[in-house]
């Protein structure tokens, strides 16, 4: 154990002499307090984290680490507590942080990677992004198109570079593998004599029984063809050894083992050597991972080059296309050349269509063959306009995301759809591009509409036409490469944020939701510019630098090429990735339902798991007031008198309640609790509160009829009391209306970045149907506020984060009202159909935050 | 703003800091020169004369305290950002006395150290002019 972990430790075994049932209520009090503002700590850390992934700040090592400890520390503290308050009933949560911090602080030790729990086989659309030295170059760009860009990529696995490393060791090959090169680097072997000598040991070797099996599960149905190609470590990145390793195409199942060795092989062969001697790189290990993709018959296929080499300076693209496979034209056979340009409408700028001679195809029994290019189609274009179009599309978009001039290759097959096959950064000459501009000079000519306004939630710079979007509605037509300008950063923006070039907000913080998808997507974006939608018109051409946190009017065509080749993409530095690795161990929220069955110590798999878990518990405790209220005789709770019959208890843990009031009663004009006094003031808005009873049809009768009590979720727990513990700035509300029960913790400090509302609402009178037809209204009406909405069933978890204080009070107001508004909706809503009219009728009522309330 | 480009040195030992100061500055108007090593650094600050110079303080070899007062004895006009992972109020003090313009713990925002450097040449400029 770390030294600085053994105060915690002492604490503990206090803790453990002592009996649960002594410990006084004002200590168990103060623990809650401290439970909470603990909790707030780790959240407001973990949102730290979020932030430093975006590249505003600049970190370094030592700062993971520091967090790291401060986390661990936090969460301690935490179990402590809750351990305290809950008399040692969760003493399994020490297991748990062993089992979350353990990993965390090998991966910041750097001892992690190819570790026994990575694993031989993955497929692509399940990559761990984050672990290109497991998958290699050109597997990792992969995954990342397919899960980030969602463009369609033929669909395969990854012999990981760990199974690579688990053939050699069985089959007793590293050690002589490295006495040939080192016998080579010495001068002592030529690349002819070590390549053939180490090529053949590998071929001849037997690849473990894992791999066979993972291989045989995985490269499914028989009949399928496969390509098999190389992704090592390094390739397609920043080294390209294009063309270097071998690629085999049209394998059949049973021949992918052989394929594999043949094209692991193939990383020793004279040309990758020497390849590799050049590149001062023998002394490295060779990781090699092998990807199988289900091969494309092509009908066309060829190369896209984001840049025009022939005229760098030119805002255009150059597509080449043949027939049959892609090998002619990456062989360097005459293709068609259609040179597009890269601002919409993307007009295609010169075509020159080429004199076709042959093409390649898939050999029946596997392997490809040469044929003639049949002659009517010998002069014609190999590609139609609309093909181009996707294709231009998808290019811009890889352009983007990888930050830097892509060459991709794409096939057609024949039934006309398209696939992208690999993406790599291109290799450009020096001698291609212009002397290199003063890129201050230059860019200080250029009109400046805003600087020096927002928080940056991610560097980098995007051009496009500004798109002003309010609703749903506009949602659908937002342009691909346009620059999105809202006044919210909610959720439901999300679909949009891959295609935008960049992003400006008015509000929100960059550790908000929208924040974290633009950071995966890499969409350059400003959050908090004052006025952004009032400067910044629909249509206007606008260059955003995010960087300096400038927006150019124009596009600054200089300043867009400088990033594109000369700013290196902070996205892929090794720190970058080891920042983004720890927050996979921390940030994910993965205990969303606390009666789902895995919401347990032992369900926790990160940080944000383990506090959601202790928080969800702590207050449960201090709910269970009967019990609560018999181990601590004469605690002060208040009743609240009010026309809304809810029967409300107040536990004040300071600040809450006005300190003139007298008795155990209080009015609602006595609360002093700023998220309390603004939920109520919607619970108790004229009209919201209808007590008359809701005329209940047949089958809502008949099944409220025969649910019994037992049956509604959470009623064992919190059977018959309204709850509510407060503070000044701080609330969590139980609330069991008949079926429904509603829970709300919220907290409006004056700071915005403190703050946040977490809602959840589950439960009803009727049959499941209708009671997941109502989450699904509350989450339609919720989102419109800008709240993160999850729904599962009947339940609704709904999250918002970061705004300043009144427009935390606005939104626990609607809450308030919603509460009444849903009270018994369920019965209400008989179809689907009914959803919209009680949308409407709700908005009528209501305007939601953002300008425009149309749907 | 003067053609007379202003010139900045940068030393940490963690490559990244230089790797994303140096696009930054320059996009402001700088010229820059980076260094992971503060003996290499300390050999170029003899054979030129920086203007700014903004350093790491606890490195490998010549620590930055040591780095920025060699910088002040060979050019007392060179202003100095000290820029570090632990940030104490000794060592801010410490460094203060040594004559340092601004101590800037990390991590730091990119905007944070774009300003205190466009301050500091403001400074530098109307001493010149």
């Not at chain 1, 190389?230 to 920043?238: F, K, L, R, T, W």
């Not at chain 1, 002619?328 to 001679?357: I, L």
């Not at chain 1, 960049?502 to 550790?511: K, L, V």
Request: hydrophobic letters at 40%.
């Amino acid at each position: 154990m770390a030294d600085w972990l053994k105060p915690f430790k002492d604490f503990w075994e206090r803790l453990r002499g002592a009996k649960a049932e002594a410990t006084p209520f004002p200590e168990i009090f103060d623990q809650f307090q401290a439970l909470l503002q603990d909790h707030q700590r780790v959240m407001e850390l973990i949102a730290d984290l979020g932030e430093k992934s975006g590249g505003e700040y600049i970190f370094d090592r030592k700062y993971l680490v520091d967090i790291t400890n401060d986390l661990h520390t936090l969460l301690l503290h935490l179990v402590n507590s809750l351990n305290l308050i809950a008399g040692k009933r969760y003493m399994d949560l020490y297991a748990t942080l062993d089992r979350v911090f353990l990993p965390l602080e090998a991966e910041l030790r750097g001892r992690l990677s190819l570790s026994e729990e990575m694993p031989l086989a993955v497929p692509l659309s399940a990559l761990p992004l984050d672990h290109p030295e497991l998958t290699g170059g050109k597997a990792n760009t992969l995954g990342r198109i397919i899960q980030s860009l969602k463009l369609p990529v033929p669909d395969g696995f990854v012999i990981t570079t760990r199974a690579n490393r688990r053939f050699l060791e069985t089959n007793r090959l590293e050690e002589r593998l490295h006495a040939w090169l080192e016998s080579w680097a010495a001068g002592e072997m030529d690349e002819e004599q070590t390549a053939r000598q180490i090529q053949y040991s590998i071929l001849a070797g037997l690849l473990p029984r894992g791999v066979l099996h993972e291989i045989k599960q995985r490269a499914v149905p028989e009949g399928t063809a496969w390509a098999v190609r190389s992704s090592a470590y390094g390739e397609d990145g920043e080294l390209t050894f294009a063309g270097l390793h071998e690629t085999r195409l049209n394998v059949p199942p049973s021949k992918i083992p052989s394929a594999c060795k043949e094209v692991l092989a193939s990383l020793y062969s004279p040309a990758a050597l020497s390849y590799r001697k050049e590149m001062g790189l023998v002394g490295e290990e060779a990781a090699m991972a092998v990807l199988c993709q289900e091969t494309i018959d092509s009908r066309a296929a060829g190369v896209i080059h984001t840049l025009d080499l022939s005229d760098p300076t030119g805002n255009s693209l150059v597509i080449y296309a043949s027939l049959g496979w892609g090998r002619t034209v990456v062989g360097g056979d005459s293709a068609d050349r259609y040179v597009v340009e890269k601002d919409p409408p993307h007009r295609v700028k010169n075509m020159e269509v080429a004199a076709k001679e042959r093409m390649f195809r898939p050999k029946s029994g596997g392997g490809e063959e040469e044929v003639p290019v049949p002659a009517d189609l010998a002069r014609q274009p190999a590609l139609e306009l609309e093909a181009i179009d996707t294709l231009v599309k998808w290019a811009l978009s890889l352009e983007r995301y990888f930050k830097r001039p892509q060459e991709i290759e794409w096939a057609q097959a024949q039934d006309g759809s398209l696939w992208l096959l690999q993406s790599r950064f291109m290799n450009i000459p020096r001698m291609e591009l212009p002397r290199e501009q003063d890129i201050y000079e230059v860019t200080s000519h250029y009109p400046v509409k805003i600087a020096g306004r927002g928080t940056v939630a991610h560097a980098g710079v995007g051009a496009g036409p500004v798109y002003q979007v309010y609703s749903d509605a506009s949602l659908n037509r937002f342009p691909e490469g346009s620059v999105l300008v809202i006044r919210y950063t909610a959720p439901w923006l999300t679909p949009i944020v891959p295609k935008a070039a960049a992003i400006i907000a008015e509000r929100g913080s960059a550790a908000g939701h929208l924040a974290t998808i633009a950071r995966e997507f890499r969409v350059p974006t400003l959050v908090g510019v004052e006025g952004a939608s009032d400067l910044l018109k629909d249509g206007t051409m606008v260059t955003v630098d995010t960087k300096q946190r400038i927006i150019y009017e124009g596009r600054v065509k200089e300043l867009l090429r400088y990033e594109l080749v000369a700013a290196p993409a902070f996205e892929e530095a090794p720190e970058f990735r080891q920042l983004r690795r720890v927050l996979k161990r921390i940030a994910p929220l993965n205990l969303i339902d606390p009666a789902a069955p895995e919401f347990t110590p032992q369900g926790c798999q990160s940080v944000h798991d383990i506090i959601r878990f202790i928080h969800e518990k702590a207050v449960e405790e201090l709910m269970d007031l009967p019990r609560f209220m018999k181990r601590f005789k004469g605690i002060k709770v208040w009743s609240l008198t009010s026309e809304v019959p809810i029967g409300l208890k107040i536990l004040d843990l300071g600040g809450g309640i006005d300190p003139g009031a007298q008795g155990t009663k209080i009015l609602a004009e006595n609360i002093t609790s700023l998220p309390l006094k603004a939920l109520w003031s919607g619970v108790a808005a004229p009209g919201v509160w209808s007590t008359e009873p809701v005329p209940v049809d047949f089958k809502g009768m008949m099944s409220s009829l025969t649910k019994t009590r037992a049956e509604a979720p959470g009623s064992t727990t919190y059977a018959g009391f309204n709850l509510a513990v407060i503070s000044d700035i701080y609330m969590n509300l139980h609330l069991r209306l008949g079926y429904h029960l509603n829970l709300i913790d919220a907290r409006m400090h004056p700071e915005a970045q403190h703050n946040h509302i977490y809602f959840r609402f589950v439960g009803g009178v009727t049959d499941m149907t209708r009671r997941s037809r109502r989450a699904h209204l509350l989450a339609q009406i919720l989102s419109k506020y800008q709240f993160k909405v999850d729904v599962k069933g009947d339940l609704v978890v709904a999250r918002v984060l970061h705004l300043p204080q009144e427009e935390m009070a606005e939104r626990l107001e609607v809450l308030g009202e919603l509460i009444g508004f849903t009270r018994q909706l369920d019965i209400q809503l008989k179809t689907d159909e009914d959803i919209p009219q009680f949308l409407e009728s709700f908005f009528q009522q209501h305007s939601p935050a953002d300008k425009s309330p149309s749907l | 703003m003067s053609t007379e480009k202003l010139k900045i040195l940068v030393l940490d030992d963690e490559p990244i800091v230089c790797k994303r100061l140096a696009p930054a500055l320059e996009k402001l108007g700088f010229e820059v020169d980076t260094f992971t090593q503060s003996l290499e650094a300390l050999h170029q600050i003899q054979e030129t004369n920086y203007d700014i110079i903004i350093t790491d303080l606890k490195m490998k070899g010549v620590d930055g305290m040591r780095f920025l007062q060699e910088a002040k004895t060979k050019n007392p006009a060179t202003e100095v950002i000290v820029i570090t992972g632990f940030a104490t109020l000794e060592t801010a003090k410490e460094s203060f006395q040594k004559g340092v313009f601004d101590f800037i713990a990390k991590p730091f925002k990119l905007s944070e150290i774009q300003e205190v450097v466009t301050k500091v040449a403001a400074k530098i400029r109307g001493a010149k002019a």
